[in-house]
């Protein structure tokens, strides 16, 4: 153990009877460890590599498209068995992005430090933190990480900052008998303590074990496209039935068609409907959207632990900030000296000096260095190291010729008493201590942390250190402030700006979160003491409704906190970097770390911020914007194909008429208007604000565009057979790719507005490819399409341009009720 830099007397380590502990012997140790009193936490919480596959791969939607997929092998006609690749990307991008989720959870440890101190054997060991048993005793000094709970048995001034599990960022007392939890950090003082709970029995371990059961981000998006999956996935076989019945009945019924083995060319055709049903590429490219996004935010310094977590922060509309940490810079610094109205003792700077040195110096007292120099000068003789029980440390100097004075620097209403029993007999003391009172308390509201430094004749100290000496006098009040972030006003405007609502939510004393609010620019007055929060459900949404700051926030009412917000309709990010807030980043919408958060508060955070830079986070919001903006507009086009899928498939079946499509035709179709060009316009800028109803607005469009898509191809088909062209014919298919392809391409048109010149660029280069495509003969031959008879052209052309002229209509309607 460490020894004072100052010479002279110190006051001996405070300790529980009995002489101090000579630690376990080896075989004490073997037999905690066989008995499972190691210091490792089992992890049972989420779910296994072979759990994720399952979950992602063996699905009812995968399992129609790998029959589909297989079918079509089966019968050679592998040229229509191209959307296999859309799935199985699908089923990758699923099984990686969970995995990744799953090894970070894994991974989930409380404990930064690899290694703890132990006393073995009479010696002091350095051994790994799982090797920890219980009744070990561990050596704490300055600096370290306390790896299991334990209970102090000697003390040396020893003090632990606690902020990562309770949020509030004062050091905290640890006398012997008292006791010091995992997870918090040695910040001032030596001592020891034998260890009582380990592993998953640890405060550390309990609060972060719902922390560690894996979910997924709630996405509006995902959200959306799984409801339309689910929809499809019933929908398929029945659709599928009607086909297959039209597609026999139109090859002379099912007899027939088995007895002339027409019926393989009848399945390729319900195949081909109910592939085309699914919006493979829909799922696949806002997977790519997100990774994308991904990939843009890390470059700026924004890790993203899951990739729908991208659009997240763009729904927030209410954010809950953490103080410590996240405001904050985590620490304190010192403000400024406040002289009083008699006249300064001399020699005070020295004494500040020696304080800010003093090897068992609080967080508190040692930034005092940057202002004031110890010069080594009067040697100290005794003193009494700070105690949070009492709120005061003291130094006694020897002057020479036996004359001894005494410094003393804590809490002015410690160190001054407003009894005046410090100093009685004096003149005046009654009301000199109330003002010296009453300016610190002035600056106590204004959210300044206050000291008192005070000086005394005599030694006059008690024995054991712990009563002032008579005619303490005030000679300065030294003023502390938390470290503001730079860059945390101006981010908070930036929210206030864009309509989000902000809950300031610490551990700390409400007047100093209130105070700290003000001075980022928030118009608060008081803050919400939350040891008065109501238990009833109700009653906590409305006091969360009408308050903005926090204080005094227990870790488990941070979640009930964040889940009232929820259940009030408010989609809420929280932020944080403390062990304590790791509960309620997991129950909130988007859980936000700083890069000096606690291991577990990564591990479960959706966004860590690696740079610590809190004015990433509107960066955040463009990205997610972009994305959601960006995958909505996509989605028109695939969900319209949806659309007009089943209608044409229904209608078509219903109608006893084969599909007027081959798969291979219907990819071919889809790349032209809506794969290639809406991989381009998902990654395109688009600042469009988010507003709620993505399914809403998307299906609201789509749905009679697809309508519109079926009309004119049902038309079209209706006219081939008047003319007497036969249906199911070459000729058929080939119209029908055409009259499709100029609706689906002005629907392409539609989506893409407002046209500018890359989106311009975009769909004349589609409508180009479409023409040239037709006139290559190797695409000719692989897409089985030729160009159909004159006649016949002109009707399909016309079918085509009365369906875009329908969609234009539609897109007119759309905007009036859905204005962008």
């Not at 050679?76 to 199985?88: E, I, K, N, P, T």
């Not at 829909?282 to 700026?300: D, P, T, W």
């Not at 917000?565 to 509960?583: E, K, W």
Request: proline share 4%; aromatic share 6%.
């Amino acid at each position: 153990m460490s020894q004072p830099r100052h010479p002279g007397p110190v006051l001996p380590y405070r300790r529980v009877s009995g002489p101090a502990a000579a630690g376990l012997s080896a075989g004490e140790v073997a037999s905690r460890v066989a008995s499972g009193l190691a210091n490792q936490v089992p992890d049972t919480t989420s779910r296994s590599l072979w759990e994720i596959i399952r979950a992602n791969v063996l699905t009812l939607f995968n399992a129609i498209v790998v029959t589909s997929f297989t079918i079509l092998l089966l019968l050679g006609s592998w040229q229509d068995a191209l959307f296999g690749l859309a799935a199985a990307g699908n089923a990758v991008i699923g099984v990686v992005q969970e995995y990744r989720a799953k090894k970070s959870l894994d991974q989930l440890a409380v404990m930064d430090a690899p290694l703890a101190r132990v006393l073995r054997d009479g010696d002091i060991q350095d051994i790994a933190t799982a090797g920890v048993v219980r009744d070990d005793v561990v050596v704490l000094r300055a600096g370290d990480q306390v790896t299991a709970d334990a209970w102090v048995l000697e003390s040396g001034g020893l003090e632990a900052d606690e902020s990562l599990l309770t949020g509030e960022s004062d050091p905290v007392d640890k006398d012997a008998g008292t006791e010091v939890l995992s997870g918090s950090t040695i910040v001032a003082g030596r001592g020891t303590a034998r260890v009582i709970r380990v592993g998953a029995e640890s405060f550390a371990s309990k609060l972060t074990a719902d922390a560690k059961r894996f979910s997924l981000v709630n996405s509006e998006i995902r959200n959306s496209l799984n409801r339309i999956l689910g929809w499809l996935t019933w929908a398929l076989l029945p659709v599928a039935l009607i086909v297959a019945n039209g597609e026999m009945q139109a090859r002379g019924g099912w007899e027939e068609a088995f007895t002339s083995g027409t019926w393989t060319s009848a399945l390729v055709g319900v195949i081909a409907s109910v592939i085309a049903m699914v919006p493979l590429g829909l799922v696949l490219l806002s997977s790519v959207a997100f990774a994308v996004g991904a990939l843009r935010l890390a470059r700026g310094k924004v890790l993203i632990q899951e990739l729908a977590a991208v659009e997240g922060l763009a729904r927030v509309d209410v954010l809950c900030l953490d103080k410590t940490g996240t405001l904050t810079e985590g620490g304190i610094v010192f403000d400024g000296v406040h002289e009083l109205a008699q006249p300064a003792e001399p020699g005070w700077e020295r004494a500040l000096g020696w304080f800010a040195s003093d090897s068992e110096a609080n967080a508190t007292a040692r930034c005092l260095a940057a202002a004031f120099e110890n010069d080594g000068g009067s040697p100290a003789v005794s003193s009494v190291p700070f105690s949070s029980a009492r709120k005061w440390s003291s130094v006694t100097f020897d002057g020479g010729s036996g004359d001894r004075h005494s410094w003393i620097l804590g809490a002015p209403e410690m160190v001054l008493p407003d009894d005046d029993a410090g100093i009685s007999g004096r003149t005046g003391a009654e009301s000199a201590s109330e003002e010296v009172l009453g300016q610190a308390g002035k600056l106590a509201a204004s959210g300044l942390r206050t000291l008192l430094l005070a000086y005394a004749n005599s030694a006059g100290l008690s024995g054991d250190g712990t009563t002032l000496p008579a005619g303490v006098r005030p000679v300065v009040v030294l003023t502390f402030r938390e470290q503001i972030r730079p860059d945390a006003r101006q981010t908070l405007a930036y929210f206030r700006e864009e309509g989000v609502e902000l809950k300031i939510i610490s551990g700390d004393d409400p007047r100093t979160v209130a105070a700290i609010a003000r001075q980022l620019g928030l118009e608060v007055r008081d803050g919400y003491d939350a040891r008065t929060l109501p238990e009833e459900t109700g009653a906590l949404e409305d006091v969360m409704e009408s308050n903005t700051v926090f204080g005094r926030v227990s870790p488990a009412q941070k979640k009930d906190m964040v889940a009232a917000l929820q259940r009030r309709g408010h989609t809420v990010a929280m932020t944080g970097d403390g062990v304590n807030d790791a509960l309620a980043l997991k129950v909130a919408d988007i859980g936000i770390a700083m890069d000096s958060a606690a291991a577990a508060t990564k591990a479960v955070a959706r966004l860590v911020l690696l740079d610590g830079r809190f004015d990433r986070l509107p960066g955040v919001v463009a990205q997610g914007r972009q994305v959601i903006a960006n995958v909505e507009r996509v989605s028109n086009l695939f969900l319209s194909k949806t659309a007009y899928s089943i209608a044409v498939a229904t209608s078509f079946g219903l109608l006893q008429l084969q599909f007027p499509f081959l798969p291979r035709q219907l990819s071919f179709i889809d790349g032209l208007t809506i794969g290639v060009p809406a991989f381009f316009l998902a990654l395109m800028p688009n600042t469009r604000r988010y507003r709620p109803g993505f399914l809403r607005r998307s299906l609201s469009f789509s749905i009679p565009a697809g309508l519109i898509v079926a009309g004119s191809l049902i038309g079209l088909t209706a006219y081939t057979g008047a003319a007497g062209f036969g249906s199911g014919t070459q000729a058929l298919q080939a119209a029908s790719v055409i009259t499709l392809s100029i609706v689906g391409l002005w629907i392409l048109s539609v989506v893409a507005r407002p046209l500018d010149a890359k989106k311009l660029a975009l769909v004349l280069a589609m409508c180009a490819s479409l023409v040239t495509l037709l006139n290559v003969p190797i695409a000719q031959d692989f897409f089985n399409l030729l160009w159909p008879p004159a006649e016949l052209l002109r009707a399909a052309l016309l079918a085509g341009a009365a369906g875009g002229l329908a969609i234009e209509v539609l897109a007119w309607i759309h905007g009036r009720k859905f204005p962008r």
